[in-house]
């Protein structure tokens, strides 16, 4: 039995510990909230003891092994280190830090005490990102990657209202890219590995942070095309397009429904069984990781976080998108 503490009171850690749950091998054993009132009505709904404002004695507790991080994007590479250097496995949510200086630092934490560090991407792990990489030869080579994934957020009402929520607040390392185009760049870099060159545009909000954006990505013999938003909705597939057909993947950030129409017009399912309960997948390698003793993911690996962020990094910076945490800010 694995004993976890969370970090972030929100629906995204409720989610995980549903999830996290099925795997048998999860237990809570402590909640971090800036304000105790706030853990202890986290802490309440599952009978959990352990509750914490401070995260040093959180990171110094004996009760706990590891630590799952859903805290706003800016906060990620010092709550993680903090956890890291008591020796605590970690598993962070992506994007798993604001910028490639961070990540080498937790990564030089992990290596150094040991531990196990891992970006909490979910789709990497679920059973329908898998059948798209075993079938992805089926379409002959591969000349295009597509990507869309453009969602209208609920907190976009209240920023044009006046009001300065985490999503669109460059403090928190935040933006449409940051969030969601996130979930376009890893399958990419997972697929086809770290592209030659990007150009990335998009509609910066007066806040500083982007609201919608696109790239284009280029490889030696392909190209990749990512369309992300936050300010507006989009009912578009993703698809991997290859000389003998493409494959049509129904949602990039959570792959359901999988199909390759063939150039000569047969059309093949490829979908497999997959759980609604998403973030079990992710719970079960992190677990199965500590348990084996292992102290990185050979899926979400350093190669690949590493890769992304260079992604978002190169991209942010051609979009003029810069946050406090970017040490090159006066650069």
């Given at each position: 039995?694995i004993?976890f503490?969370?970090?972030g009171?929100?629906?995204?850690?409720?989610e995980?510990?549903?999830?996290a749950?099925?795997?048998?091998?999860?237990?809570?054993?402590a909640?971090?909230?800036r304000?105790k009132e706030?853990?202890?009505?986290?802490?309440?709904?599952?009978s959990v003891?352990?509750?914490?404002?401070?995260?040093?004695?959180?990171?110094?507790?004996?009760s706990?092994?590891?630590?799952?991080?859903?805290?706003?994007?800016?906060?990620?590479?010092?709550?993680?280190?903090?956890?890291?250097?008591?020796?605590?496995?970690?598993?962070?949510?992506?994007?798993?830090c604001?910028?490639?200086?961070?990540?080498?630092?937790?990564i030089?934490?992990?290596?150094?005490n040991?531990?196990?560090?891992m970006?909490a991407?979910k789709?990497?792990?679920?059973?329908?990102?898998?059948?798209i990489?075993?079938?992805?030869?089926?379409?002959?080579?591969?000349?295009r990657?597509?990507?869309?994934?453009?969602?209208?957020?609920s907190?976009?009402?209240?920023?044009k209202?006046?009001?300065?929520?985490?999503?669109?607040?460059?403090?928190?390392s935040?933006?449409?890219?940051?969030?969601?185009?996130?979930?376009?760049?890893?399958?990419?870099?997972?697929?086809?590995?770290?592209?030659?060159?990007?150009?990335a545009r998009?509609?910066?909000?007066?806040?500083?942070?982007d609201?919608?954006?696109?790239?284009?990505?280029?490889?030696?013999?392909?190209?990749?095309?990512?369309?992300?938003?936050k300010?507006?909705n989009?009912?578009?597939?993703s698809?991997?397009?290859?000389?003998e057909?493409?494959?049509?993947?129904d949602?990039?950030?959570?792959p359901e429904s999988i199909?390759?129409?063939y150039?000569?017009?047969?059309?093949?399912?490829?979908?497999?069984?997959q759980?609604?309960?998403?973030?079990?997948?992710?719970?079960?390698?992190?677990i199965?990781?500590?348990?084996?003793?292992?102290?990185?993911?050979?899926v979400n690996?350093?190669?690949?976080?590493r890769s992304?962020?260079e992604?978002?990094?190169?991209?942010?910076?051609?979009?003029?998108?810069i946050?406090?945490?970017?040490?090159?800010?006066?650069?």
């Amino acid at each position: 039995m694995i004993r976890f503490g969370v970090i972030g009171t929100n629906w995204i850690t409720d989610e995980f510990i549903r999830c996290a749950k099925i795997t048998k091998n999860f237990k809570l054993n402590a909640v971090y909230s800036r304000t105790k009132e706030k853990a202890v009505k986290f802490a309440e709904k599952y009978s959990v003891e352990g509750i914490f404002t401070d995260l040093e004695s959180m990171a110094k507790s004996d009760s706990i092994d590891a630590v799952y991080i859903a805290s706003p994007n800016s906060c990620h590479a010092y709550q993680a280190k903090l956890f890291l250097e008591k020796k605590k496995h970690v598993l962070c949510e992506k994007p798993i830090c604001s910028n490639l200086l961070e990540l080498e630092q937790m990564i030089k934490a992990a290596k150094e005490n040991k531990v196990l560090l891992m970006e909490a991407m979910k789709s990497s792990f679920l059973p329908n990102f898998k059948t798209i990489k075993e079938n992805l030869y089926k379409i002959g080579k591969i000349r295009r990657y597509f990507a869309n994934y453009c969602q209208y957020s609920s907190r976009y009402d209240r920023y044009k209202s006046g009001k300065n929520p985490n999503t669109f607040n460059p403090e928190f390392s935040n933006g449409s890219l940051m969030d969601i185009g996130v979930y376009c760049i890893h399958p990419l870099i997972h697929l086809f590995g770290k592209p030659n060159s990007i150009c990335a545009r998009g509609v910066i909000l007066e806040s500083g942070v982007d609201g919608e954006g696109s790239l284009i990505l280029t490889y030696d013999d392909m190209d990749a095309i990512i369309i992300h938003s936050k300010i507006a909705n989009s009912a578009l597939p993703s698809e991997i397009q290859g000389e003998e057909g493409n494959i049509i993947i129904d949602k990039i950030h959570t792959p359901e429904s999988i199909k390759i129409l063939y150039k000569n017009g047969e059309e093949e399912d490829i979908t497999v069984p997959q759980s609604k309960d998403n973030m079990y997948y992710e719970a079960k390698e992190f677990i199965d990781l500590i348990k084996a003793g292992k102290t990185e993911s050979s899926v979400n690996s350093y190669t690949i976080s590493r890769s992304a962020m260079e992604v978002l990094e190169k991209a942010r910076k051609q979009m003029g998108v810069i946050y406090p945490a970017d040490k090159w800010n006066n650069k």
